[in-house]
């Protein structure tokens, strides 16, 4: 039967992204929106609405009429950004230095109108858990609800994710296999030298001088120790030493983040950056301490499952509008944990002529909901046999 998408256009989808634009929350502090969203969920009539998982994410659990089956995770995310919103909407965000500028209200309003119609239709064996999560914007909240329980409680054995973009036109759908979000690493190196009067650096130690040469020396290891062919990006984000024009300081920090796409790069990357601020530092007659922590891993496709969601996508919008073959982005993405717990994918829907993500001018792109709608709904039944 083909597929209309007209079934999918649903004025108050629309009115709930919106009511969720305007009221923003940050991280794990999302209990209006998840109230929200387990209140809707409760009246769609799901089987099972379960809050508080990972800290506030909410979980809900549809069962098929077509008899029992596996059990697949539909994944969106709920958190805002601390950014002024500037989209100029009439439903922009009511709360000042909180904005929905990645597109979660949109991810969250696709997967409520998908979990309704699943709920009304069941056309499918086993169960769907429509997942809800927390804190996606640096606070982990994907690993926060595995480490709760999340994939054995509900005994999900597939997760799929969904994620908007920016310049991809309205319908249409990209993905690929393997890695498509790179993993985040942070770093800060304090560069310990000897303060002293900015008119006599024979005196001191500068640890200006000594900072700068190690901000120079990270890009040779992508420009010179690591494959051209891979990808990799250490980015020295922010410098601080001094408060005077005339005064050597004591100390000077850089922080920044490592991006690659491949998990032993990512090793490489963090135990080279470490050895050359440490040699660098005591070059110049000074010291250097470096911290390092872990972020989100690689954001990695499964094969099969790719491929599912692939050809899902197509049955929606043909062939013509699924690019298979996205080139990977070096932004990062929680859903990798729960790749790494299940097979899965993750999707990227467009969202038109839009400001980019994390800019403080972009809206989603409303014109998209149907399309998410389908796509989870026919994802959910095909999965599961319908």
Known sequence: MPIVLDDYRKPDVIQWRRHLH?????????????????????????DTVQTGIGKSGVVALINGKLGGGPVIGLRADMDALPIAEASGKDWASRIAGR??????????????GAARHLSQTRNFKGTVAVIFQ??????????????????????????????????????QFAIRKGAILASADTFEITVKGRGGHAGQPHLSVDPVVAASHIVIALQSVISRETDPLQAVVITVASI????????????????????????DLR??????????????????????????????????????????????????????????????????????????????????????????LHNPAYDFNDDA????????????????GA
């Not at 991280?27 to 769609?44: G, M, N, P, Q, R």
């Not at 909240?141 to 509900?154: E, P, V």
């Open 22 to 46: 305007g009221n923003p929350e940050l991280l794990y502090d999302v209990h209006e929106t998840a109230s929200f969203i387990a209140e809707k969920l409760a009246v769609f009539g799901c």
């Open 99 to 112: 904005a929905h500028s990645c597109g979660h209200d949109g991810h969250m309003a696709m997967l409520l």
């Open 134 to 171: 927390p804190a996606e914007e640096g606070g982990a909240g994907a690993l926060a609800m595995i480490n709760d329980g999340l994939m054995d409680r509900f005994e999900i054995g597939q997760v799929y994710g969904m994620h908007n973009e920016p310049h991809i036109p309205i319908g």
């Open 240 to 263: 601080h030493g001094g408060d005077a024009h005339n005064v050597i300081p004591t100390t000077v920090r850089l922080t920044g983040t490592i991006r690659t796409l491949r998990p």
């Open 267 to 356: 090793d490489f990357a963090a135990r080279r950056l470490s050895d050359l601020a440490g040699s660098i530092a005591v070059a110049h007659g000074a010291s250097a301490e470096v911290s390092h922590s872990r972020g989100y891993p690689v954001t990695f496709n499964h094969d099969a499952q790719t491929d599912l969601a692939a050809d899902v996508a197509r049955s929606i919008v043909g062939a013509g509008a699924v690019n298979s073959e996205l080139e990977p982005r070096m932004a990062a993405e929680d859903f990798a944990f729960m790749l790494e717990a299940r097979p899965g994918s993750m999707i990227i829907i467009g969202n038109g002529e839009t400001a980019s």
């Open 369 to 384: 909901i149907p399309y998410g709608i389908a796509y989870w709904v026919h994802l959910a039944e095909t999965t599961l």
